[in-house]
């Protein structure tokens, strides 16, 4: 099982960015996937969250009402669309997957992306 993101970058604030996370190897559509980050030097946080169906997702409160996770079952692939990013949203991004529900515990998802660095500056 693995799992690939892509679409970091650097972009200015208040600008747009769409990760993807694709699924190689599996079918994503049964598994719930999260997007966590992780800055230098802190520890790893949840940033959003969608069910296996697409019918129920949950945000952090720093990028509530600023980024959406969806997914197309289609492409296997779950998205993460980030609008009005700000310096603090910089770090590596790691998506990961679980057959059960969201849940806010990394330790909770078994396979793990690389991740992808998203680095947000003027």
């Known amino acids: 099982l693995q799992l690939v993101e892509s679409g970091g970058g650097l972009v200015q604030p208040g600008g747009s960015l769409r990760l993807s996370c694709a699924a190689e190897g599996f079918t994503l559509n049964a598994y719930a996937v999260g997007w966590f980050r992780q800055a230098p030097g802190k520890e790893r946080e949840r940033v959003s969250c969608?069910?296996?169906?697409?019918?129920?997702?949950d945000y952090a409160d720093l990028v509530e009402g600023r980024f959406t996770i969806s997914r197309d079952s289609a492409k296997n692939t779950v998205y993460l669309q980030m609008n009005d990013p700000k310096p603090e949203d910089t770090a590596t991004y790691y998506c990961?997957?679980?057959?059960?529900?969201?849940?806010?515990?990394?330790?909770?998802?078994?396979?793990w992306g690389q991740g992808t660095q998203v680095t947000v500056s003027s």
């Open positions: 969608i069910s296996s169906t697409g019918g129920t997702t």
């Open positions: 990961a997957a679980r057959l059960l529900g969201c849940t806010a515990e990394a330790g909770r998802f078994p396979t």
